[in-house]
């Protein structure tokens, strides 16, 4: 039996298969404001970090290892974690996870560097706990038929938190200073705690009866679903965080960025929850296919770009690729993850998020120094069609895995 089957389904038997199961629980609800607010807490101290640092007395380079620092601890430790996440059950390590969490956000109004790194250390290993647990207790919260949809709106906090945070964080620093946004960084990682005990029940996310919490420490099911996710989210930052420095090789005023970010971020939202729907109603793995292909012609067009209006069009091309595909994926890890296994799969599966993301965008920025910006773009895209033959070739496999709606 997959991950999450049982209950999960049982107003579909009750109703001769008349209704759809109930979505929108207590626990689903509260699981997705949880990883909202966590989200909102680290978007609203990332721009914040460097400045705390240098009010602190240190430079770039220890900004560099406050990140560096908090990254480690969270990929390193993520197998680790999803293995007790199958040995406790997943509620506790997502309990953990926020209860660290919260602490970790009161602690950043210790005055000192060598405190702050420690606490980076510590903040990062309790985010590898919260971002185990929670994708491992949706699992076991969710009906099987609503995995697609259920996984796209737990999905889109992330992307929610970044739209809005951010700016919020400098907007308070330009009022309060350094004390606004950790006031609310703080507030926010209690907030997390407190959904966590109040909407989601002990009975939520525990061992299944007789289910062996052994095995390698990557679940072989997760790995190319993880693979996936690593391809496709390595050239995120390639939309995301090199826009302005594209603006700026070409001549062009920041300026005409201004519609860039919005039309990016409302296609990528928009995607997400109309493929959430969909990807109940067909095989995960054409969603997958699709997301590749589109992700490969988004990057063949910004190859081609001079200006942000071409630039926009990539964008959106690679916003719905990245928004239709990840609840394909990881609706698709729920379906394949062996019972006792759902922290394994879990957290094997979004190392691909971290790994894709922060290799990334170090990555091409290596590129873009040496050849400009053809060259990150037409290596991106060699990448994408890569995974789009890898994933083809699998397909058989990966559409086998899918429990029938």
Do not use: K
């Not at 974690?81 to 953990?96: E, F, H, N, Y």
């Amino acid at each position: 039996m997959s991950a999450g089957e049982g209950g999960g389904d049982a107003t579909l038997a009750s109703t001769g298969g008349l209704a759809r199961p109930r979505l929108y629980t207590a626990p689903f609800i509260g699981i997705c404001l949880l990883t909202l607010f966590a989200f909102c807490q680290n978007f609203t101290l990332q721009p914040i970090l460097p400045l705390l640092v240098l009010d602190l007395g240190g430079d770039a380079t220890l900004v560099g290892v406050a990140f560096l620092v908090f990254s480690v601890p969270s990929v390193v430790l993520r197998p680790w974690i999803g293995r007790l996440a199958d040995r406790l059950g997943s509620r506790r390590v997502l309990l953990m996870g926020v209860s660290a969490n919260a602490v970790a956000g009161a602690l950043y109004f210790i005055p000192s560097l060598a405190a702050l790194v420690a606490l980076r250390v510590g903040h990062g290993t309790a985010w590898a706990a919260l971002n185990t647990g929670g994708p491992s207790t949706l699992a076991g919260i969710v009906p099987s038929s609503r995995r697609g949809e259920a996984s796209a709106v737990f999905d889109l906090m992330p992307g929610l938190s970044i739209l809005i945070m951010p700016t919020i964080a400098l907007m308070l620093y330009g009022v309060f200073g350094l004390t606004g946004p950790l006031i609310v960084a703080a507030a926010l990682g209690l907030a997390t705690l407190a959904v966590a005990v109040a909407l989601i029940p002990a009975t939520v996310g525990s061992r299944p009866t007789g289910a062996s919490s052994g095995g390698a420490l990557l679940e072989p099911t997760a790995v190319l679903p993880m693979l996936y996710q690593l391809l496709m989210n390595s050239v995120l930052s390639l939309f995301v965080v090199y826009p302005p420095l594209f603006a700026a090789q070409h001549g062009l005023p920041l300026s005409d960025l201004v519609v860039y970010y919005p039309v990016y971020g409302f296609v990528f939202i928009a995607s997400r929850l109309v493929a959430g729907r969909l990807v109940d109603r067909i095989p995960r793995v054409t969603v997958a296919i699709v997301g590749a292909t589109l992700a490969g012609v988004s990057l063949v067009i910004a190859a081609a770009a001079t200006d942000v209006a071409l630039l926009t069009v990539a964008g959106v091309v690679y916003g719905i690729a990245n928004g239709a595909s990840a609840p394909a994926t990881t609706a698709l890890v729920m379906d394949r993850a062996p019972v006792g296994r759902v922290g394994a799969a879990m957290a094997t599966y979004t190392l691909g998020f971290q790994f894709g993301s922060g290799l990334g965008a170090a990555a091409w920025g290596l590129l873009i120094d040496a050849g400009g910006f053809m060259v990150p773009f037409v290596v991106g895209a060699i990448l994408e069609f890569g995974l789009l033959g890898l994933v083809i070739s699998r397909r058989a496999t990966l559409r086998g895995g899918q429990v029938a709606t």
